[in-house]
């Protein structure tokens, strides 16, 4: 399926705009360029509170911002915001967190991890970590009660979202109830169906993705640890249920379609949409292409029919 006409205008406003690839930019250049370029949205979900947080973390602290949409939330979503782990913040998510936290009835953390080459793999995933463990030891004050954990990312914070989902099973430190893995990256192969099609060529593409990697995980061990390449993972079974959600054309389509195929095949419930005539990053333009739209209820219906046959298995009334 084409490319909808909404995509394709925006493909080409972004390509006029940019006044060199992606890859040709140093990661300041690429910030403050994608700053630049950052939607203007429209009105701004008014939440029932928020507040910024600091996390403790090796060599120092990271910002976490909470956004509690009602007082009186079902759930809290920890999510980990894109950008190839070299760009991206919660300020730059904070539209997207105040939407996603509207429409679950989630209170929504989002965290702002310490983004490559100032500091590389594994640092990211330390302080997605560090940001899982805090917002576990305080989901009383957070939402009031003990509620169920979910993490959510896309692209790179989709990443960090399926890692976090193993480091938790693995650990056994803590639950996670369900893990929203928006056409996230799973490996670190750039010779897949998607990363070789042409059309897929468009806000992300091969060349990109292979200076972000280079950016995040220079080294060939570090990029095929399973920390970083969730799809080389041994074992992917007793994970949490998970949503996964790609994009027709994107170069990452195959690895997110091939990591929710691992999870069916390892037993863990899943439930998978690829959007047609959608790219990549599509779910963060918000009130600019109708994808985000699609997207999100996508995700809202998934969380409310999940949480809700949760409370039914616990015998909650």
């Known amino acids: 399926m084409a490319l909808d006409e909404a995509t394709s205008l925006l493909v080409k406003q972004m390509a006029e705009a940019r ?11 690429a910030r403050e ?3 630049r370029m950052r939607p203007q949205y429209g009105e701004v979900p008014r939440m029932a509170n928020v507040e910024d947080h600091r996390v403790p973390v090796t060599g120092g602290s990271i910002r976490v911002r909470v956004l509690d949409p009602s007082g009186n939330p079902q759930g809290v979503i920890v999510y980990y915001h894109g950008g190839g782990w070299v760009v991206g913040s919660i300020d730059s998510s904070d539209q997207l967190g105040r939407r996603l936290a509207e429409q679950t009835n989630c209170v929504v953390v989002l965290v702002d991890y310490r983004l490559a080459p100032e500091y590389r793999f594994p640092t990211a995933v330390q302080d997605a970590y560090a940001a ?5 030891g305080r989901l009383d004050q957070l939402a009031g009660r003990r509620v169920p954990t979910i993490v959510a990312g896309d692209s790179a914070g989709g990443n960090l979202a399926a890692v976090m989902a193993l480091k938790a099973r693995d650990t056994g430190e ?7 893995l928006i056409y996230p990256v799973t490996d670190c192969d750039f010779d ?3 990363y070789r099609d042409p059309e897929n060529a468009l806000m992300l593409t091969r060349e990109s993705m292979i200076w972000f990697w280079d950016h995040y995980a220079p080294e060939p061990a570090g990029r095929a640890h399973p920390d970083a390449s969730p799809l080389r993972a041994p074992d992917l079974s007793n994970l949490a249920p998970a949503v996964v959600l790609t994009a027709e054309h994107d170069v990452l389509m195959a690895e997110g379609d091939s990591y929710a195929q691992r999870l069916v095949q390892s037993d863990v419930p899943v439930r998978y949409h690829c959007f047609d005539g959608q790219m990549h990053g599509f779910l963060t333009m918000l ?4 994808g985000s739209d699609a997207g999100l209820r996508y995700i809202a219906g998934a969380v409310h029919e999940h949480l809700a046959s949760s409370t039914r298995l616990r015998g909650v009334s």
């Open 174 to 180: 803590l639950p996670i109830h369900l893990q929203i």
């Open 287 to 290: 009130d600019v292409l109708p």
């Open 132 to 136: 899982l463990r805090w917002t576990d």
């Open 33 to 35: 360029f994608l700053e």
């Open 19 to 29: 006044p060199k690839p992606l890859y040709e930019m140093s990661p300041r250049e």
């Open 192 to 194: 897949t169906d998607s």
